[in-house]
C-alpha cells in the first residue's frame, strides 16, 4: 500500500507543484487548505494572499487537475488563540513577533499534523524550501538549494517527531524550476505573485489592524531621544519596530531611528543609526535540532531575522533555559520578540526569542 500524505495548499505555485512531486513518487497524495481567516468580508475577498478565498479556489483547482481528494479544513479558533492574539499582545509590549514562526510552531507542524495523523496519513508535506534528512538516528534541516527561496529560518521549531512525519520537495529544486513544472503540466499557478505580507493583516499595516483590534490599548505617547528629552507625540506603541525611520511624522533636521520602545512609559526612543548597532542579546524559547539542550559554548552562524544575513556569533548557556548571543561584529536592529536562528553552514542548528538586547 502506497504511503498517505496530506499537503497544506496554500493555492500558491510551491504547495501546488509538491502536490504533483509527492503524487510523481507514488504517494497516495491529498490536498488539503487550512481555513484560517476570520469571518470578515474585506478579509475573505482580498486577492493573492495565502489565506484568501482565492486562494482556496486556486488550491481546489490544481488538486482537481492533479486529480488528488481536496478538502478544507478549519483552523480558525486555534490560529486565532495561537497567532493573531499573541501577535497583538507583543506589540503592544514593545515587541515584533514573527507571526510565521507562531503558525508553523502551533497549526501546520502541530494542529495540521494531529489532523492529518487522525486522517492515518504517515506524512504532511508543505511548500518549503527545506531539506529534511535523518543522520544517525535523528532529523535534521539543511538550507534549500535555492538560497533565496531558503525558509529554514522560520522552520526552527520543528521536533523530531514533526521531522520525521514532514516532506518538503521543494527544497531539491530553485524557484524557477519549481515554476517551470507548474507550467509543464498546466497549473495555472504558474505565474502567481509569491504572498509577502501577513496573511491577517492585508495591507501590511500592523499599527492600524492592532489598532482596529485593540483600540483601547493603543494610545498615543512621547517619542524622547536616549536622555529622555521630548521630541513628539507617537500614535501608539503597535506603530513603530526597531530600527524603523520612516513614519515617524517628525522634523527634527536629521534622520532618526527607533533605538527603544518603552511600554512602561508609553515612550519610543529615538536616536542615531549608531545607536541601533548592537553585538549582544539574550534568547529563550529555545528549540535545538542537533542536540537537545545547549551544555557548552558553539560557534554559529546567526541569523536576526528572516531578511538578515547570517553573521558569525558565539552562543553561550545562559540560566536554565537561555542562551546569551554574542557576535563577532555589531549587528544593525535587533530587535526583541523576533526570533534568532543559528547555523552551522548549511545544517540548522536552532534558534529563540530575542528577549533582551545587551
Not at 28 to 36: C, L, R, S
Not at 41 to 55: L, P
Not at 198 to 222: L, M, Q, T, W
Request: net charge neutral; hydrophobic share 35%.
Amino acid at each position: 500500500m502506497n504511503k498517505k500524505v496530506v499537503v497544506g495548499m496554500s493555492g500558491g505555485v510551491d504547495s501546488s507543484v509538491t502536490a504533483y512531486l509527492l503524487k510523481e513518487q507514488g504517494y497516495e497524495v491529498i490536498g488539503i487548505t487550512m481555513q484560517v481567516w476570520p469571518e470578515d468580508e474585506e478579509f475573505e475577498e482580498r486577492e493573492g494572499g495565502c489565506c484568501s478565498t482565492s486562494s482556496v479556489e486556486d488550491a481546489r483547482r490544481v488538486a482537481y487537475k492533479l486529480d488528488i481528494p481536496f478538502y478544507v479544513m478549519n483552523f480558525k479558533d486555534v490560529f486565532k488563540e495561537k497567532v493573531i492574539e499573541p501577535f497583538i499582545d507583543e506589540y503592544l509590549m514593545g515587541q515584533t513577533p514573527n507571526p510565521c514562526i507562531a503558525c508553523n510552531k502551533f497549526i501546520k507542524f502541530d494542529a495540521f499534523l494531529k489532523k492529518a495523523k487522525a486522517l492515518g496519513a504517515d506524512y504532511i508535506a508543505t511548500g518549503h524550501y527545506a531539506n529534511i534528512y535523518e543522520e544517525n538516528g535523528r532529523y535534521l534541516l539543511k538550507r534549500s538549494k535555492d538560497d533565496k527561496k531558503d525558509q529554514t529560518y522560520v522552520l526552527y521549531n520543528m521536533t523530531q517527531h514533526q521531522l520525521k512525519h514532514t516532506l518538503m520537495p521543494c527544497g531539491d529544486y530553485n524557484k524557477e524550476r519549481i515554476r517551470e513544472i507548474a507550467k509543464e503540466i498546466g497549473l495555472n499557478v504558474h505565474n502567481k505573485k509569491d504572498s509577502e505580507e501577513i496573511c491577517f493583516i492585508p495591507d501590511n499595516d500592523h499599527g492600524a489592524y492592532i489598532k482596529r483590534e485593540r483600540p483601547e490599548n493603543v494610545k498615543s505617547g512621547n517619542f524622547v531621544d536616549i536622555r529622555g528629552n521630548v521630541l513628539g507625540k507617537h500614535k501608539g506603541l503597535a506603530y513603530y519596530t526597531i530600527g524603523q525611520r520612516k513614519g515617524l511624522g517628525l522634523a527634527l533636521g536629521k534622520p532618526v531611528f527607533v533605538n527603544d520602545i518603552r511600554p512602561n512609559t508609553n515612550e519610543v526612543v529615538l536616536g542615531s543609526e549608531d545607536d541601533i548597532f548592537k553585538n549582544e542579546l539574550i534568547a529563550g524559547k529555545l528549540n535545538f535540532l542537533t542536540f537537545d539542550k545547549l551544555k557548552e559554548p558553539i560557534n554559529v552562524l546567526a541569523k536576526i531575522r528572516y531578511s538578515a544575513k547570517a553573521t558569525k556569533a558565539i552562543v553561550y548557556p545562559y540560566g536554565e533555559d537561555k542562551v546569551r548571543v554574542v557576535f563577532e561584529n555589531n549587528v544593525r536592529a535587533i530587535t526583541k520578540g523576533q526570533s534568532v536562528v543559528f547555523y552551522n553552514e548549511e545544517l540548522l542548528v536552532g534558534g529563540g526569542i530575542i528577549e533582551a538586547v545587551l
